[in-house]
């Protein structure tokens, strides 16, 4: 059984993904203010192919809307999906000049 938590120390923190109690991914993230940033997303080898990133990136983004936060993708994955599917998450994409 997944389940997924979001995990922050100050700003920075990781939304955390668990297979049976053992860490199967997670994905690195900064908020301030109204900005969550990702940074990167990683999956560890044994779970690969399972859609654990996609997981990871649908907590990602109920928790922004959530929290009413803008996500700044400048994780690969998490760029490419939004890029993929604009319509399914231009209300928390932050489109802004890197």
Known sequence: ME???VVLANVKGEIQLFSDD???????????????TVYHTEVSEEYEGKGFAKILLEKL????????LKIVPLCPYVHAQFKRHPEE???VWLKEKL
């Open 22 to 36: 053992q860490k199967a991914g997670k994905m690195d993230i900064s908020v301030i203010g109204e900005k969550l």
């Open 61 to 68: 983004v109920s928790y922004a809307r959530e929290n009413n």
């Open 3 to 5: 389940r997924t938590e």
């Open 89 to 91: 998450y231009n209300d």
